[in-house]
């Protein structure tokens, strides 16, 4: 069993001290997602905004507890993001900050590139994307084909469109995936801002996890310094196909974390909304208690595996599937507290199962992560045990 220690068990204190005051406009981001903007002093997203800024771009960072946070660890990022989504995961998506982003800059970008980056960061809240989805070519990421060409004078030129984006129509920065030879080693990740000629960003309407913003961009000859091309100084191998795999190992837990946390907020509001159950009603939600803490620990160990060998994501594909699968069935199961009706008459629940729904296709779907899970049994590289 894993135990966490006196700093991540200070961070979980906090964050959970954060996720209350989340509660109380998880409704209305869901009705309308620009609410984030009235949010930004809301200590959960300060926190969320300076997330991934590595120390030496950001020295004098707040401390919380007496100790410093920055989110470079899956450890860490698993311990707030469970927190935060249990608050609501609607916020923590809607956020601004380096955000997935965030993890491929630390991994690919040179110094230059990272100053450039943490500095925007720095200077006012921003908002960042990461696009690799297309309309037609969601879990299939090799098929991809969005274009990065040159422009015949030194330069280069994004062609495609993406779909699905996080805050793509509310970020002004942002990470753009193309192909820039065919193969697979031809994927490249370019740096992007938003207001470049030829980009164009529009939000798509969305059921569940609303506050993300999920967006359409269409990219018209954006023209591309060379200088943003991420991982301009690795060798190809490195900044394609092996970057890739690091980079997904490394968020996937935060992902499984999000689940968790809406499974816990659903748990969370029959004990609070429902409170006096009949004796095999308690043993039941005990019971369904029991799996989450379960799910919980599978995360921490998955997280742990991927900040000690970022290569190996299997396990971290275990814990997506099932912390989806997980908040899925709590928050549908949680419904059954509430006689007829229950979707209509507790919208908060209605909103966590939409939620529920939505993190099942972020970073890879079920599916996904059970052919990943079943690589690393076949290879060894998963303990069965
Ligand atoms: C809330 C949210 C946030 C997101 N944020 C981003 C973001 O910031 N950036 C970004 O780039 N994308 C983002 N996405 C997109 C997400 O990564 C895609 O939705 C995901 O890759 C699935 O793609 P798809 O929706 O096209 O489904 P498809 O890939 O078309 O899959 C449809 C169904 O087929 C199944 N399937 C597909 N391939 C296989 C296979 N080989 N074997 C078995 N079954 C298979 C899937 O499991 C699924 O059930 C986000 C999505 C959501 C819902």
Not at 253 to 280: F, M, W
């Amino acid at each position: 069993m894993i135990e966490l220690d006196d700093r991540l068990g200070a961070a979980r204190a906090h964050a959970r001290d954060w996720a209350r005051d989340l509660r109380s406009t998880a409704l209305e981001l869901d009705r309308d997602p620009d609410t984030v903007y009235r949010c930004l002093d809301n200590p959960a997203v300060r926190h969320l905004s300076t997330m991934l800024i590595p120390a030496p771009w950001l020295p004098e960072r707040t401390l919380i507890g007496g100790y410093r946070f920055d989110g470079m660890t899956a450890m860490e990022r698993v311990v707030f993001a469970e927190e935060i989504a249990a608050g609501d995961a609607g916020m923590m998506l809607a956020s601004p900050g380096a955000s997935l982003s965030g993890v491929l800059v630390d991994l690919l970008a040179d110094q230059e590139q990272k100053e450039w980056f943490y500095g925007r960061l720095l200077a006012a809240p921003t908002w960042t994307f990461f696009a690799l989805t297309e309309p037609d070519h969601g879990s299939d990421a090799a098929a991809m084909g969005t274009r990065l060409d040159p422009d015949g004078e030194g330069g280069l030129l994004l062609r495609g469109a993406k779909r699905y984006i996080g805050n793509g129509a509310r970020a002004q920065v942002g990470v753009v995936f193309a192909r820039d030879r065919p193969g697979p080693l031809g994927a490249t990740a370019v740096l992007v801002e938003t207001g470049a000629p030829g980009f164009k960003a529009e939000p798509i309407p969305t059921i569940g996890l609303r506050g993300a913003q999920l967006s359409a961009i269409n990219l018209d000859g954006v023209p591309v310094p060379e200088g943003r091309v991420l991982g301009r100084h690795l060798s190809p191998t490195r900044r394609g196909v092996w970057s890739g795999v690091q980079m997904f190992n490394r968020l996937r837990p935060g992902v499984a974390a999000i689940a968790l946390g809406i499974a816990r907020s659903a748990h969370d509001y029959v004990t609070e909304q429902r409170g006096s159950l009949s004796k095999a009603d308690r043993l039941r939600w005990e019971r369904t208690g029991r799996r989450i803490d379960g799910v919980r620990q599978l995360i921490w160990r998955a997280a742990a595996i991927v900040d000690a060998q970022p290569a190996n994501g299997h396990l971290a594909s275990a814990a997506k599937a099932r912390a989806a699968r997980l908040a899925e069935e709590v928050t549908l199961e949680a419904l059954e507290y509430f006689g007829p009706g229950a979707r209509l008459t507790q919208p908060m629940l209605d909103k966590l199962i939409r939620d529920a729904r939505g993190v099942e296709f972020m970073e890879g779907t079920g599916n996904i992560q059970r052919l990943n899970t079943f690589q690393g049994l076949v290879q060894g590289k998963l303990d069965r045990d």
